[in-house]
């Protein structure tokens, strides 16, 4: 089967740096995404990583490590409309053309 | 605008009165599919399908149907619907890129409620 936990809240002040932890357990893997979704709103696509390493795209990067099973989203010079929940999602060979996404963190931005 | 749209946005409806809720999208996507959100479950796929004419169940396929008839509109129909479906539904649609549809595009969501 597959798995994927990130934390159910973080929070951080303007201004800060956040980091967003998932790991997985899944029988075969191509990637990991990262979804931002505003409270009940559409989720939108952040990020893809395929390969290990450091994908960086304005305020926000996404990190992968294959051989731990990990990766990360940072979120850098969080302003407040950053507060929103974020959904990490991974997809392999085994889960067809399957997203299987995590429960989601609760980022909650303090002035 | 290219966008994927969802109707009706908002349904109350009974307990066993078939209901279907439209989604299309007009960015020529192979990939649609629909998901539901509950509270602390996150984001569940129901049904996908990678192209005209080929579904496939998600994880929580139990009380749904789809159809892919046309490559941009991908409804899905409860036939008998029940108050344990009322949830928060998203339809997305995605390129395909290699190797798997990592890159959805959701549509505003549908609300439904089933007393």
């Known amino acids: 089967g597959q798995s994927l936990e990130q934390p159910s809240e973080v929070t951080a002040v303007e201004g800060a740096i956040v980091q967003i932890n998932c790991t997985y357990q899944?029988?075969?893997?191509?990637?990991l995404s990262w979804y931002q979704q505003h409270d009940g709103g559409a989720p939108t696509f952040l990020s893809y990583?395929?390969?290990?390493g450091l994908e960086e795209t304005g305020r926000f990067s996404s990190f992968l490590s294959r051989s731990d099973s990990y990766g990360y989203l940072l979120l850098q010079e969080l302003q407040m409309k950053d507060s929103a929940s974020y959904f990490c999602a991974v997809s392999g060979p085994n889960q067809g053309g399957k997203l299987i996404f995590g429960q989601g963190t609760e980022l909650s931005v303090k002035p | 605008e290219a966008q994927v749209t969802q109707n009706p946005r908002y349904l109350i409806t009974v307990t066993g009165k078939k209901l279907t809720v439209t989604c299309s999208q007009n960015m020529n996507h192979e990939y649609m599919s629909w998901y539901r959100q509950d509270p602390g479950l996150g984001l569940r796929q129901i049904y996908y399908?990678?192209?005209?004419?080929?579904?496939d169940k998600g994880d929580v396929p139990e009380g749904y149907k789809v159809s892919r008839k046309e490559k941009r509109n991908f409804p899905l129909i409860l036939e008998s619907p029940s108050p344990n479906q009322t949830s928060l539904y998203f339809c997305a649609s995605s390129p395909l890129r290699q190797p798997s549809p990592y890159e959805q595009y959701f549509g505003p969501g549908t609300r439904l409620t089933v007393t």
């Open positions: 990583n395929g390969l290990d």
């Open positions: 899944t029988s075969g893997f191509y990637g």
């Open positions: 399908s990678m192209n005209v004419e080929v579904t």
